[in-house]
């Protein structure tokens, strides 16, 4: 069983940034990959940022290139995202999910992001 929590949403002002933490309950090594998702009023569930845990490799969608930044820590087992101009269209609640080596893929609870103009 894998554990994720995820801290850091709230409210901003435009332009504003945020850090957004998610904290597994095993060693990152054991997880081949995590990622961001986000999910507005009435829109589906979209991919937002990802990484890969042996490598770094990273990925976004075109709508936060540049804004956005995924990284990892491996001493305290946590992913970050960090995200800087934000716009109100960033708006929504933000998941964490991690792809286990071997016990499947788990989400986070959600934190809720809410960008004001």
């Known amino acids: 069983q894998v554990q994720l929590v995820e801290s850091g949403g709230g409210l901003v002002q435009a332009g504003g940034s945020l850090r957004l933490s998610c904290a597994a309950s095993?060693?990152?090594?054991?997880?081949?990959?995590m990622g961001w998702y986000r999910q507005a009023p009435g829109k589906q569930r979209e991919l937002v940022a990802q990484v890969t845990i042996i490598g770094g490799r990273t990925n976004y969608t075109d709508s936060v290139k540049g804004r956005f930044t995924i990284s990892r820590d491996y001493a305290k087992n946590t992913v970050y995202l960090q995200m800087n101009s934000l716009k109100p269209e960033d708006t929504g609640d933000y998941y964490c999910h991690a792809d286990h080596a071997w016990q499947g893929g788990y989400w986070g609870q959600g934190t809720q992001v809410t960008v004001s103009s």
């Open positions: 095993v060693n990152l090594f054991s997880i081949k990959g």
